[in-house]
C-alpha cells in the first residue's frame, strides 16, 4: 500500500555532509510518524532518528545528536535527514520507515524498528576516513 523510496546516499569523506531523501507514495504521508534507521554489516538494524506528523517533535539517536537533523515536507511527502559531521562509523545502508500509527508515544517507542509499519529499500551511505 505505502511505497518508501530512499535517495542521495554516497561516498563522503569523514567530517563532510549528506542529505539523503525518503519519498512516500500512498497512504496518507501527513498523519505517519517517520523514522530513519540505519544497519550496517554484520549489525542489528538501529534508530537514528525520528519525527512526528507534523515534524515539530524529534527524537535522534545519542550516537547523532547534534550533528544530524530530520525534517519532513508533509506537501512533497518526503522526510529527509541531514548528516553533518560524519564519522566512518556512521557507514551504513539508511532506511525510511512510516508508522501509520501516527500517535505520540514516550521517546524511546520510536527506537524500535518493530513500531514502523513501512520500510523503503535503503540507500547506502559511505563515509572514508
Known amino acids: 500500500q505505502v511505497q518508501l523510496v530512499e535517495s542521495g546516499g554516497g561516498l563522503v569523506q569523514a567530517g563532510g555532509s549528506l542529505r539523503v531523501s525518503c519519498a512516500a507514495s500512498?497512504?496518507?504521508?501527513?498523519?505517519?510518524?517517520m523514522g530513519w534507521f540505519r544497519q550496517a554489516p554484520g549489525k542489528e538494524r538501529e534508530f537514528v532518528a525520528a519525527t512526528t506528523r507534523s515534524g515539530s517533535i524529534t527524537y535522534y539517536a545519542d550516537s547523532v545528536k547534534g550533528r544530524f537533523t530530520i525534517s519532513r515536507d508533509n506537501g512533497k511527502n518526503t522526510v529527509y535527514l541531514q548528516m553533518n559531521s560524519l564519522k566512518p562509523e556512521d557507514t551504513a545502508v539508511y532506511y525510511c520507515?512510516?508508522?501509520?500509527?501516527?500517535?505520540?508515544?514516550?521517546?524511546?517507542?520510536?527506537?524500535?524498528?518493530?513500531?514502523?509499519?513501512?520500510w523503503g529499500q535503503g540507500t547506502q551511505v559511505t563515509v572514508s576516513s
Open positions: 500512498g497512504g496518507t504521508f501527513s498523519t505517519y510518524t
Open positions: 520507515a512510516a508508522d501509520r500509527r501516527g500517535q505520540v508515544y514516550s521517546g524511546s517507542y520510536y527506537y524500535s524498528s518493530r513500531n514502523y509499519d513501512y
